[in-house]
């Protein structure tokens, strides 16, 4: 991948709907050259996919948290996935260095259902304690890969 290659994804991040002829402008290519540049990194796995970007509240999700969750022993990051991919409002999730052994974002309509996510997490046997962070606010995110 190369400067223009990360230019070009660029502005698919900022609008994943721009036409080639528009990405072309910003880049300086015509847009048969981005199409076949973005033909090839969709082709190499450097773009996996294209989507939507929705604004939270849309889905009347209102409310979020980060939790920390600590197992008793190890855990394997599979046996996190398995757990915590089941639960909808889990809308992301990753393994930490440091003493939780995974962060995950929930995503809710309420706080009360904030709390029924957590306890959800809370009924695997291995899970030993949790710890949770409500969003007060969001000031920015950026976009980003998955």
Not at 132 to 145: G, K
Request: aromatic share 6%.
């Amino acid at each position: 991948m190369d400067a223009v290659d990360r230019e070009i994804i660029g502005h698919l991040m900022r609008d994943g709907r721009a036409t080639f002829a528009e990405i072309g402008a910003g880049v300086g290519l015509s847009a048969p050259a981005v199409k076949r540049r973005v033909d090839r990194m969709r082709a190499s796995g450097q773009i996996t996919g294209f989507t939507a970007l929705i604004d939270p509240a849309a889905l009347g999700w209102t409310t979020e948290a980060y939790v920390e969750i600590y197992y008793d022993g190890n855990v394997s990051a599979a046996e996190l996935k398995r757990n915590l991919e089941a639960i909808p409002q889990v809308v992301g999730a990753w393994t930490v260095a440091g003493n939780p052994d995974a962060i995950v974002h929930v995503m809710a309509t309420n706080m009360a259902e904030i709390e029924q996510v957590v306890e959800r997490m809370r009924e695997h046997a291995r899970v030993e304690r949790t710890r949770s962070a409500i969003v007060m606010s969001r000031l920015f995110e950026r976009p980003r890969s998955r």
